[in-house]
Nanobody, 121 residues
Framework: QVQLVESGGGLVQAGGSLNLSCAVS????????MGWYRQAPGKQRELVAA???????NYADSVKGRFTISGDNAKNTVYLQMNSLRPKDTAVYYC???????????????WGHGTQVTVSS
């Protein structure tokens, strides 16, 4: 069973930093890409940052220059370093992964349970 386990959320003052991590566990063949999404109260879930298996990255405009996504292929883990945090960054952050469970299989999407990030003003 494939699982994504997130950690690193919490409460921080504006201007502070947090580092989120997400590890994929279970029997898999490969990971096409991973990403971080967030959902604030009353708003739709949005992409924050994503990284492909070749290391290429993509960021939401609102976090460019402040957040950095990175991955450790050997550990099937993705990180999100968040600097210069703002109250508008407050949300539940979800990790997602596109996974091939075995060679030749179709990709499946998996999600973590989410971790709360709260930025106080």
């Amino acid at each position: 069973q494939v699982q994504l386990v997130e950690s690193g959320g919490g409460l921080v003052q504006a201007g502070g930093s947090l580092n989120l991590s997400c590890a994929v566990s279970g029997s898999i063949f490969s990971i096409n890409g991973m990403g971080w999404y967030r959902q604030a109260p009353g708003k739709q879930r949005e992409l924050v940052a994503a990284i492909d298996s070749d290391g290429s990255t993509n960021y939401a405009d609102s976090v460019k220059g402040r957040f950095t996504i990175s991955g450790d292929n050997a550990k099937n883990t993705v990180y999100l370093q968040m600097n210069s945090l703002r109250p508008k960054d407050t949300a539940v952050y979800y990790c997602a992964a596109e996974v091939l469970k075995y060679f030749g299989s179709s990709p499946d999407d998996y999600w973590g349970h989410g971790t709360q990030v709260t930025v106080s003003s």
